[in-house]
């Protein structure tokens, strides 16, 4: 059965590019969020093996939702996938509980990676 991915990022091109890039590689993309919110409430859903994580949204910015994923789902697979190439929002993100971190903008290979990395 193919893994199944929830992607997290406010901006359709980035979701449709690494929608892509997931599809190519083997994942489901069961669900997609535009904000924190909405990943949250997605991840209770379909309990994705894998979740892609923007950190600067509206509403619920990415590291309140992976701690708050994290607190639903201690098990919650999560890649940061973010513009802020600032040390402190990877180490808050890291902390809070996402897996690993790719920043945009990336290479395809680079996603490939985190993936493999996380789960195999």
């Known amino acids: 059965m193919a893994k199944t991915a929830l992607i997290t990022d ?3 091109f980035m ?5 892509n890039i997931l599809e190519k590689n083997g994942y489901k993309v069961v669900a997609e969020a535009g904000d924190g919110k909405e990943a949250l409430e997605k991840y209770k859903q379909h309990k994705p093996d894998l979740v892609t994580m ?7 910015d990415g590291i309140t939702a992976i701690k708050e994923i994290i607190a639903f789902d201690p098990e919650a697979k999560i890649i940061v996938v973010s513009a802020m190439g600032q040390k ?4 808050d993100a890291l902390n809070a509980g ?8 990336f290479q395809p290979d680079r996603i490939i990676e985190a993936l493999q990395k996380l789960v195999g």
């Open 98 to 105: 996402a897996k690993d971190f790719v920043v945009k903008p």
């Open 10 to 12: 406010d901006t359709a």
């Open 54 to 60: 923007d950190i600067t949204m509206p509403n619920v």
């Open 88 to 91: 402190a929002l990877v180490i």
């Open 15 to 19: 979701r449709m590019t690494l929608r």
